[in-house]
C-alpha cells in the first residue's frame, strides 16, 4: 500500500469546508439542449439542463450535489468532465482551464458516469487489465492495492456478469481511481445499491479523501446519505444551485426548527400561554395545538402548561427532517 498512497495527491486536505482554497471552480455554466437545426443555431427552445450555475470545491472535500431526477445533476457532471460542452461559463481545476487545457484538466480527474459497462464474460481482474492497458498500462501490484482497496480482492477472477450491482459499481469506482485522480467525479454512485452496498461506497469515499486527500464531487438524489457524508451540499433545481449548505448548516437547520404537538383540554389558552411565555408561533386544530420550536427547551413547555393547571393528554415532538429541508429548498 505504501507505493499507492505516496502516488496519490495528500496535499492541502487540511481544510475542506471553507470557501478558502477552491480547487474545482464552476462559474456562470449554461446549457440549453435543442434539437435539429436549433442545435447549430444555438438558437430557438431546448430544454435548459443547467442556468448559470457556479460553485467552487475545495482540495479535499466532500461535496454533493443533490436534487431530484431532471434537476441537471448528471448534466453538470458530463461538463466537468468534459463529455458535454456547455453554452457559456467555464471550468477550471487548480487554476486549468477545461476548455483550453482539457488534457492537463483531464489528467487529474477519474470519473465514473452512469452504470459501468464491462465484459460479463470476463473477470474483474481481465476488465481491470485490459482498461488499464489502454491507458497505457499500469504495475500489477498497483492493480492490486486498487482491487484491495475497493475490496475486491476475494472475487477478483470471478466473471463480471456474476457481480451484485455494489460489486460492480465497486469495480467501476477502482477503473476511476486507477490512474490516482486528486478529483473523483461519480454520478449516482449509491443509486440502486442495497444498505450494505451504499455503506461500502460511502467507506470507500471517506477512506479516499482522508487516507490519500481525493477530492470528492458525486451526485445523489438520495437525501440522507448525503447528509453523513459531505462535507457540503449543493441543493440543485431545474438546472440551478438554491442553496449551497455545510454538514454543521444541514445538522442545525434540521435540529433548530422541532413541531411539537401538545393534545390538552384548553388548547386555546395553552396557545396564549406557550406564545405568551416563549414566543413561538402556534396553531390550534381541534383538541391539538402545534408548536413551531425553535431552539427552545419543549420540557420547560410542557412544564409550564401543567402549572398553569392545563391537563396535557400528549405531548410529543417531531424534528424537521432533510426531507423537509429540501422540499423549502427546492420548490
Ligand atoms: N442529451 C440530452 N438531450 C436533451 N435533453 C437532455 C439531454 N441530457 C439531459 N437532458 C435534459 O436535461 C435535464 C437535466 O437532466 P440531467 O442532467 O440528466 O438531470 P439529473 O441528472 O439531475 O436527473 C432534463 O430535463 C433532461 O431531460
Ligand atoms: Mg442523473
Known amino acids: 500500500m505504501q507505493d499507492f498512497s505516496e502516488s496519490f495527491s495528500v496535499a492541502d486536505a487540511k481544510n475542506p469546508s471553507t470557501d478558502a482554497n477552491p480547487y474545482l471552480c464552476i462559474r456562470g455554466v449554461s446549457k440549453v439542449f435543442r434539437k435539429g437545426i436549433a442545435r447549430w443555431t444555438g438558437k430557438g427552445n431546448g430544454i435548459t439542463a443547467l442556468d448559470d450555475v457556479s460553485l467552487t470545491v475545495n482540495r479535499g472535500e466532500i461535496f454533493g450535489l443533490l436534487g431530484p431526477n431532471g434537476a441537471g445533476k448528471s448534466t453538470l457532471i458530463k461538463v466537468v468532465t468534459g463529455i458535454v460542452v456547455p453554452d457559456k461559463g467555464s471550468v477550471s481545476l487548480d487554476g486549468i482551464d477545461l ?6 484538466f483531464m489528467s487529474q480527474v477519474g470519473a465514473q458516469i452512469e452504470t459501468p459497462v464491462f465484459f460479463n464474460k470476463r473477470s474483474g481482474w481481465w476488465n481491470l487489465c485490459y482498461l488499464a492497458d489502454l491507458q497505457g498500462g499500469l504495475p500489477e501490484q498497483r492493480l492490486k492495492d486498487i482491487v484491495e482497496l475497493v475490496g475486491l480482492t476475494k ?52 477512506r479516499l479523501r482522508n487516507e490519500y486527500g481525493t477530492t470528492v464531487l458525486f451526485s445523489s438524489h438520495i437525501l440522507g446519505e448525503m447528509q453523513t457524508l459531505c462535507d457540503r451540499v449543493a441543493f440543485i433545481a431545474k438546472g440551478k444551485v438554491v442553496a449551497v449548505k455545510t454538514r454543521a448548516e444541514i445538522e442545525r437547520g434540521l435540529g433548530d426548527v422541532a413541531v411539537l404537538s401538545v393534545i390538552c383540554d384548553e388548547p386555546n389558552r395553552a396557545a396564549a400561554l406557550v406564545t405568551e411565555k416563549f414566543g413561538f408561533r402556534t396553531k390550534v386544530q381541534g383538541t391539538v395545538l402545534y408548536v413551531e420550536v425553535k431552539g427552545g427547551n419543549t420540557a420547560d413547555i410542557n412544564k409550564t ?10 405531548f410529543s415532538v417531531k424534528t424537521r427532517t432533510l426531507e423537509e429541508m429540501y422540499k423549502e429548498l427546492t420548490k
Request: proline share 4%.
Open 99 to 104: 476548455k483550453t487545457d482539457k488534457v492537463g
Open 155 to 206: 472475487r477478483i477472477n470471478s466473471r463480471v456478469g456474476t457481480y451484485s450491482m455494489g460489486m460492480r459499481q465497486r469495480l467501476g469506482l477502482a477503473q476511476a481511481i486507477m490512474h490516482k485522480p486528486s478529483l473523483l467525479i461519480l454520478d449516482e454512485p449509491i443509486n440502486g445499491l442495497d444498505p450494505d452496498g451504499i455503506a461500502q461506497i460511502r467507506d470507500l469515499i471517506l
Open 305 to 314: 402548561l401543567i402549572e398553569n393547571g392545563i391537563s396535557v393528554v400528549s
